[in-house]
Nanobody, 115 residues
Framework: QVQLVESGGGLVQPGDSLRLSCVASTNIFRSNAGGWYRQAPGKERELVAIITSGDNTNYADSVKGRFTISRDNTKTTVYLQMNSLKPEDTAVYYC?????????WGKGTLVTVSS
């Protein structure tokens, strides 16, 4: 069983930055991809960014150039650096990974971008 715990969300103004963290109960990110998803009110959950075990990254078009996904050397934490935040980035952000065919999700952290 893998547990994922997100943190770092909050209320910010447009143009501000936030860094989200996803801490895993094991060093699962050593050999498994980690992803950040988000779900805005009334919308489907969508992929924001993903980082593979080989450190390849991929981003949703809406966040390219503003968000950066990374992980620490212990391979237990994945980060999402979010810059130039916009009101449309408001959502609950979830961390995700998969291991031996099982998909794991955190409980999410709320990001609200509002003036």
């Amino acid at each position: 069983q893998v547990q994922l715990v997100e943190s770092g969300g909050g209320l910010v103004q447009p143009g501000d930055s936030l860094r989200l963290s996803c801490v895993a109960s094991t060093n699962i990110f050593r050999s498994n991809a980690g992803g950040w998803y988000r779900q805005a009110p009334g919308k489907e959950r969508e992929l924001v960014a993903i980082i593979t075990s080989g450190d390849n990254t991929n981003y949703a078009d809406s966040v390219k150039g503003r968000f950066t996904i990374s992980r620490d050397n212990t391979k237990t934490t994945v980060y999402l650096q979010m810059n130039s935040l916009k009101p449309e980035d408001t959502a609950v952000y979830y961390c995700n990974t998969a291991y031996w065919g099982t998909v794991y999700w955190g409980k999410g952290t709320l990001v609200t971008v509002s003036s």
